[in-house]
T-cell receptor, first 114, second 115 residues
Framework: DQQVKQNSPSLSVQEGRISILNCDYT??????FLWYKKYPAEGPTFLIS?????DKNEDGRFTVFLNKSAKHLSLHIVPSQPGDSAVYFC?????????????FGKGTKLSVKP | EPEVTQTPSHQVTQMGQEVILRCVPI?????FYWYRQILGQKVEFLVS????????KSEIFDDQFSVERPDGSNFTLKIRSTKLEDSAMYFC?????????????FGPGTRLLVL
């Protein structure tokens, strides 16, 4: 039962270009979404989040877009840098925020080539 | 910048043995979590802890598992009678509060290998 889906296991982008990572969810009660970045043998590092009352949140090179009607969110990284190469996880807070556990997608491995 | 720390970074144990994984959450955080990631799979929620008691647990968190906050700083996950399928990365996380708007910050993880 995949409530949070990241359908692209990998993405390769040239340095300086835009990286777009996608995430879909099935539970309409999710109301808070987060993106984490993970290097091998390290813990997930928080990147950016968005509440369901917004459709966009921006932090430096990172922008998250939320389309509630489509149950879809995306992370844009502009411009992409080689140091951005990592696995990116989308996560949602379950059931309208009444429960605190994160539900993760399977991740997308981003490779940014110089 | 405050961070979540975990010890040990690696743990190898024999099947049937007990292991204790330790975490020091961020000092002003009140909610604590354990997650795990089996190799090649997604990060899965195990348990959340608040005010010295479990607030939520997943189906994975059965009687084999227990959590404890033995003092004001440590948060531990005990796995009794480990099984081969318990081999995974175990991540501790903490947050100021729970639910929407409250980011969970993760530790570096403990890699557990059960032989």
């Amino acid at each position: 039962d995949q409530q949070v889906k990241q359908n692209s296991p990998s993405l390769s982008v040239q340095e300086g270009r835009i990286s777009i990572l996608n995430c879909d969810y099935t539970n309409s009660m999710f109301d808070y979404f987060l993106w984490y970045k993970k290097y091998p043998a390290e813990g997930p590092t928080f990147l950016i989040s968005i509440s369901s009352i917004k459709d966009k949140n921006e932090d430096g090179r990172f922008t998250v877009f939320l389309n509630k009607s489509a149950k879809h969110l995306s992370l844009h990284i502009v411009p992409s840098q080689p140091g951005d190469s990592a696995v990116y996880f989308c996560a949602a807070i379950g059931y309208g925020g009444s429960q605190g556990n994160l539900i993760f997608g399977k991740g997308t491995k981003l490779s940014v080539k110089p | 910048e405050p961070e979540v720390t975990q010890t040990p970074s690696h743990q190898v144990t024999q099947m049937g043995q007990e292991v204790i994984l330790r975490c020091v959450p961020i000092s002003n955080h009140l909610y604590f979590y354990w997650y795990r990631q089996i190799l090649g799979q997604k990060v899965e929620f195990l348990v959340s802890f608040y005010n010295n008691e479990i607030s939520e647990k997943s189906e994975i968190f059965d009687d084999q598992f227990s959590v404890e906050r033995p003092d004001g700083s440590n948060f531990t996950l005990k796995i009794r009678s480990t099984k081969l399928e318990d081999s995974a990365m175990y991540f501790c996380a903490s947050s100021e509060a729970r639910g929407e708007g409250k980011t969970q910050y993760f530790g570096p993880g403990t890699r557990l290998l059960v032989l």
